[in-house]
């Protein structure tokens, strides 16, 4: 089974929902997510997963296992900074990078928050579903 490793900073929001679509999209794939740093999961954005029948309430704000990360067959960075600070990625693992805003520094109404957070949500989705 191939190995898929998705990571951003604080493995809060970013991470945390590609792993959820990773799980549901990804049959053939381990799916797991970290951070270069732990921020604890993000209620918002357990929320706007739900909306699209994704639950990852269970899921838990994770440090890079190297032991994982060494053995993973694509590594996606979801923002500059994990680009920047995730450990070198040995040469026979494919990385891929997706430069996404966070959500969690979106500032407003409540509504624009989640507004940030549904449209960083999206896409992830259409990111991940890329990858079948």
């Known amino acids: 089974m191939k190995k898929i490793y998705f ?3 604080g493995n809060s929001c970013r991470s945390q929902m590609a ?14 997510s970290a951070g270069v740093e732990t921020h604890g999961l993000n209620p918002k954005a357990v929320q706007v997963m739900v909306e699209k029948g994704v639950d990852i309430s269970d899921h838990t704000s994770d440090l890079i296992d190297l ?3 060494n053995s993973c067959d694509l590594i996606v960075t979801l923002c500059g900074d994990a680009r920047d600070r995730c450990p070198v990625i040995p040469k026979n693992v494919e990385h891929i990078h997706w430069g996404l805003i966070d ?5 407003g109404s409540e509504e624009e928050i989640l507004k940030v957070f549904r449209k960083v ?3 992830i ?6 990858l079948i």
């Open 7 to 9: 990571i951003c900073t």
């Open 103 to 107: 959500p969690a520094q979106a500032k």
């Open 125 to 130: 989705e259409i990111k991940v579903k890329e």
């Open 67 to 69: 032991d994982y990360f």
């Open 121 to 123: 949500r999206d896409e």
């Open 19 to 32: 792993e959820g679509f990773g799980e549901k999209y990804l049959t053939n794939w381990q799916v797991k």
